[in-house]
């Protein structure tokens, strides 16, 4: 069975930053990618980065772009989010997800979502 597991998350004021973790059961490597997507109050879930299991490929958001870094450990069956940068509008709950085929930006393509994790930008 696949599972995520997110960690990470907290309260921190806008400009401050995150490392988000997700770990990985060895199942989850029969995704050739995996991504982090995030839900916030009164919105849709949206798509913010993925990567191949290696860090061959790496996709991100345009909100996010040049302030999240994705990247993987594959030794250690993990998966990074550092956040930086953060502004109010990041505030939501993060998942880590397997992607299964297709594009990367769309949460449609994403399967065996973890709890997720919190962040709260505050001003």
């Known amino acids: 069975q696949v599972q995520l597991v997110e960690s990470g998350g907290g309260l921190v004021q806008a400009g401050g930053s995150l490392r988000l973790s997700c770990a990985a059961s060895?199942?989850?490597?029969?995704?050739?990618?995996v991504g982090w997507l995030r839900h916030a109050p009164g919105k849709e879930r949206e798509f913010v980065a993925a990567s191949t299991w290696g860090g061959g490929n790496k996709y991100y958001a345009d909100s996010v772009k040049g302030r999240f870094t994705i990247s993987t450990d594959n030794a250690k069956n993990l998966v990074f989010l550092q956040v930086n940068s953060l502004k109010r509008e990041d505030t939501a709950v993060y998942y880590c997800?397997?992607?299964?085929?297709?594009?990367?930006?769309?949460?449609?393509?994403?399967?065996?979502w973890g709890q997720g994790t919190q962040i709260t930008v505050s001003s």
């Open positions: 060895t199942r989850a490597f029969t995704f050739s990618a």
């Open positions: 997800a397997a992607h299964r085929s297709g594009s990367y930006y769309y949460t449609s393509y994403y399967t065996y």
